[in-house]
């Protein structure tokens, strides 16, 4: 008797405390972490998307948004929903058809990052980014896996079409717009891959050695302005190590660096993988796992009870996982409709791509196009124009305009022979292809681009003969996973070459104009034939509606205004990254014979930043170095002047402003471009370096506009590595406003009265000894 009642009242009391449970609210986090088991906790930390892949959960879990990249896991005990991380970065990356569903969804493919960073606009970008994150919502999302924004340390990255610039302010304050954009819909952003995934060759196991000035001016710069002006809720972990560690397990980086330095608040995510330093990764203040595995949760516990892992520190980001989900569409039950606005947001990616794109030459006013009405095509990119790259940052969007429509959109008429050429040569490949695989292969990893074809000679004098002008467009696809190649990539394939050479001849033979649009990821080799033609548009991969925008500027709808976030060398190897970065195909593993070790490969295994701060036009311009394009150049079909530039000492730096004035015949808008030059002596320092822009409205010949900038002293600072330190030093600082680096239009200067001093984390992810050695000769 007295044993069955301790039995039911003990029934009773864990009835009473199950129904009682805490679920989780806004205010009661540190309850609910109180609540939670060992094993709820490490759960918690370790997505479920893998779990659900392998093991085919058709509900809940990931699948619930099918073809979302991953998840966090629910806890129903505890009132925890799951919440839905899809990729990024150019529009919402999700299946756009499901099983047993007619409803289709797709969602916008907008500009790729490099193009909205060529815009210039802040306010461009916000306005693309809050499209983005309504249909992050109204799909049922939480988080957009992007903003991706390594820098561009050399064009031969394959992922550079996702990220913004070579320079860290431009970059930065894209990034911290587009942020702001996304989370202004109640969405949040995952902002990656922090940092130094610079190159894709052996991306997950690559060591980036470099100093501890480069990695604070350039390859942190950007992520600090942006996790400054914009609070991401979460950032995302890159595969590499960075001098030795494993950044997603580097406390330096997650912890000092990232929060104690900048005062980050959200959380950290792994990027796409299982490493077998969990337990590390959770030390070092890196949140969550992701996709998630078993075994990462398994190892979480054990450590745990072993004692190697403080569950401080598994509670510390157990916190920091509930007070981001107390935030998501998810938590907070909001009813999605599954059913964005699609048109308006076309219409937004059609307006921004056209906006951004650069105008690189422009002879004897050939742009705007004037009495061309018959148009030929040349270039297979002009039937499969590219919208966007491949991999992980590929939209599932419901189409892409190519340019045979856009130039009929446009009221012009394509040559027909030509696109029927194409169109053939398309369809016999495509046919062979299947014939010799068997099956199409994924869309997401193939890339649209088929090596280019040959147009006989003969054929393109008639041509000439019969059309007003000739359009060239040059495509390029680049994606994860993979690098370019300097031939037949970076460079001309011959075949292109001798179609730009052979529509050259003519078409001007002909007394007929060339128009070269290069639909490309990232940056090529353009000064040995850009004489060829007589305009070069860069509408770099402008997404799906890119092809009409492209339009939109050939006949001056839309009067360009972009300017380039990097530098156009004249040659590959003038870069000084080109030395130090994987060029040839990878090497393959070689064993060491006396230590029976794997032999360490350069550029594969470890990639030496030996070029340090010496990145893009910090190099070009300090050197007084040719190039063929400089950073921030761009054309416009009207011309502008500077004037009344005015610099004023403020409490902190100072501010300045510059008038500028449309002097030209049609309406348009500039970018200005303010660089600072530091007085002589102190730290090494590149000549000159942006430290802020801005852009006009739109201006009516004669109308002019005031844009003003302000900078404190501690973006004027350079890092100190000896004393690990930034600087300001006192003096007088040169201040232009530029149209593109090597062109000031107006100047003035600026006092700093007194040196400033900002101390940080010391020596946080400095180099170990080992970097010395391998890049003797740097100058600090
Ligand atoms: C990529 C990330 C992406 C993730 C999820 C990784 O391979 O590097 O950028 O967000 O996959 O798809």
Redesign the pocket.
Known sequence: MKRTLILISAAVLSAALAGAQTKLSKDNIDEVLKAMTLEEKATLCVGGARAAMVEGVTSGLVNEVPGA??NTRANARLGIPNTI?P??PAGL?INPTREGASQTYYCTGFPVGTLLASSWDTDLVRKVTEAMGSEVREYGCDIL??P?MNIHRNPLCG?NF?YFSEDPVLSGNIAAAYVNGIQSQGVGV?A??FAL?NQETN?NEDDAIVSEKALREIYLKNFEIMVRKSGPWTM?S??NKLNGEYTQQSHDLLTKILRDDWGYRGIVMT???NKAGTVKAVIAGNDLM??GNQNEIDRIVAAVRDGSLPEADLDRNVRRLLEYIVKTPHFNGYRFTDKPDLKAHAEIARSAAAEAMVLLRNEDGTLPLKGVSKVALYGLGAINFIAGGT???NVNKAYVVNMYEAVHNAGMVPDESLEQYYKSFLAYNSATTTMVSGRQQSSMWTSSKQAEIEVPAAAIERQAGVNDAAFIVISRNAG??GDRKVEGDFELSSIERDLITNVSNAYHKAGRKVVVILNIGGVMETASWKNLADAILLPWSPGQEGANAVMDVLTGKVNPSGKLPMTFPLAYFDIPSSVNFPYYNAPSQQIDRATRQPVSRKDVDYTVYAEDIWVGYRYFNTAHKAVSYPFGYGLSYTSFAYSKPTVKAAVDGFTASVTVTNTGKVSGREVVELYVSAPEGGLVKPERELKGFAKTATLAPGESQTLSFSVSAYELASFNEEVSQWETAEGNYTVEFSSDVQTPLASATYRQKAAKTFSVSAHACAPKQEFERLTVNRQK
Do not use: F, I, T, V
Request: hydrophobic share 20%; charged share 30%; net charge negative.
């Open positions: 990249a991953g991380l990729d990024g990356r896996l992007a991706g992922r996702e995952s990656k891959h995934n991306r995302m890159s595969y990027d796409w993988g992701e996709p991999g992980s940052g994860e996973g």
